[in-house]
């Protein structure tokens, strides 16, 4: 069965400034996706990125990117120029490829806000 | 851009009761998806379907029945309600190919009584 584990429940940080949540996930499986899914407060819940597990490069989406160390099951988010509306709760989420079905499983997020 | 509406923001209802949560989609997705969020546990799948009239249990179905009569429509059913019960539910859609990423509602925040 797969994993996925947010390690940090809540962070801060400056705005303007440069913030990394981290995610690990356990898997056997070759072929999957990550995500990463925000969920500003009283708000629904949008896709903020995602990685294809068989591509080297890590995905970029503007002031977002990720840090995607597939040996070491590793999938961290980096927020670049922080900004007010950056304030969300932010979850790390697996996909196994193959299938049609597009069963996610969650981390149990970490809460960021930032700070003016 | 694809809409995932759930019928209530806010539902109060009382122990015992049979409680419906109703999902519609507009961009004709195959797959439907109800979960659940509680604080520190992240969200956890209830029950999803692939297809009309098809469902498949997720990591916490006890207590909890699904519909799914129509494509576009994903209705959770709380046959009898208890205080456990009480949580924020999340309905989200996506296409049946794989990788599609999962569309979400705004969510509905049930207190069971």
């Known amino acids: 069965a797969q994993t996925v584990t947010q390690s940090q429940p809540e962070m801060s940080v400056q705005e303007a400034e440069t913030v990394t949540l981290s995610c690990t996930y356990d898997t056997s499986e070759n072929n999957y996706y990550l995500f990463w899914y925000k969920q500003p407060p009283s708000r629904q819940m949008i896709l903020v990125i995602r990685?294809?597990?068989?591509?080297?490069q890590n995905a970029t989406e503007n002031r977002f990117s990720v840090n995607f160390q597939k040996a070491a099951k590793s999938f961290s988010l980096k927020i670049s120029d922080s900004q007010l509306g950056d304030t969300a709760m932010y979850f790390c989420?697996?996909?196994?490829?193959?299938?049609?079905?597009?069963?996610?499983?969650f981390g149990t997020g970490t809460l960021l806000a930032v700070q003016p | 851009d694809v809409k995932v509406t759930q019928s209530s923001r806010y539902l109060v209802k009382r122990t015992g009761e049979k409680v419906f949560l109703e999902c519609v989609q507009d961009?004709?997705?195959?797959?439907m998806f109800w979960y659940r969020q509680d604080p520190g546990l992240g969200l956890r799948l209830i029950y999803f379907s692939y297809d009309v009239k098809m469902k498949e249990k997720g990591d916490i179905p006890e207590g909890y029945s699904v519909s799914r009569e129509k494509k576009e429509r994903f209705s959770l059913i709380l046959e009898s309600a208890s205080t456990n019960q009480t949580s924020m539910y999340l309905c989200?859609?996506?296409?049946?190919?794989?990788?599609?990423?999962?569309?979400f509602g705004d969510g509905t925040r049930l207190s069971i009584l």
């Open positions: 990685q294809e597990a068989y591509k080297q």
């Open positions: 961009m004709d997705h195959e797959n």
């Open positions: 989420a697996f996909m196994k490829g193959g299938g049609a079905t597009n069963k996610l499983i």
């Open positions: 989200a859609s996506s296409r049946r190919a794989t990788n599609q990423p999962q569309h």
